[in-house]
């Protein structure tokens, strides 16, 4: 009876819409389980893996996986070129993949979200500056700006993160001062402003908190872009260095064996793959929890 009662009242309202949102989409369930399994197999990648995966042993060089003649389950996906564990190079890749991703989101958001409120509540010559600088760098083809300074800046982890954060932040600048533009002209900021309320509570109390949904859902779309992107400098030479196991190096050492080792650059392009989809199933998930309209046909 208490717990009807609290129900009626909304206090378990919110939790019971979300988990409605969860059975009703079973794809989006998938992603969210997916990317929980992803996540944890990088934070305990040490526990799990079998092998060190730096460990070479050339004389079990392009062992084939388990499955397959003349593989063994001690190295249950094979080896690569130089005789390493291809499970183990896979699991700790997935920490390269998830930190960048990560790290590169939390950096674009932060600045686009910073400068895109500005641009949209102050207007006038300070948003046409902030809009002038945005859409400099957005009509610049994205894959060759960070290429050159991949180029320029040269291979660390350190030097991939700020280049995806800082490339990426004029999307978030754009999508942050487009929705300040219109939550500025919604009725209850003008009552704010009305009421005498500050600026400093208006941006924090009523423009900011309407601003993380949308935000939250294009940082993970672009998180699971910054991990093909890394895959893809990886495979150019232009990532982190060889010494650490990287989706993209990997694929760029095997593609020269694809023809007779084909497994070496295989797994992880299907590591990328799936790890991409589980970030675009949540995302799509996150949007249809964070939508106030089908939040209210939930």
Known sequence: MRID????????????????????????????????????????APQIAPHDPLQQNLRISRQPPAWQEGGDWTYPLGTDNLGRDMLSRIIYGTRV?????????????????????????????????????TNLFLAIPYLLLVVVVASILGRSLVNVILIFGFTNAPLFVRITRGEVLRIRKSGYVESAISLGASQTRILFDHILPNLIGPLLTVATFEMSGMIFYEAGLGFLGLSVPPSIPSWGNMLSAGRQYIQFSPWIAAYPGLAIVFTSLSMNLLGDWLRDVLDPKIRRSA
């Open 5 to 44: 009662a609290l129900d009626q009242r909304g206090v378990y309202s919110p939790l019971r819409r979300i988990m409605k949102l969860i059975l009703r989409d079973k794809a989006g369930l998938f992603g969210v389980i997916l990317f929980l399994f992803i996540v944890l197999t990088a934070v305990f």
């Open 97 to 133: 993949s998830l930190t960048v991703g990560f790290l590169g989101v939390l950096i674009a958001s932060t600045l686009g979200l910073v400068l895109g409120m500005i641009a949209g509540y102050v207007g006038g010559r300070t948003d046409s500056f902030i809009m002038w600088i």
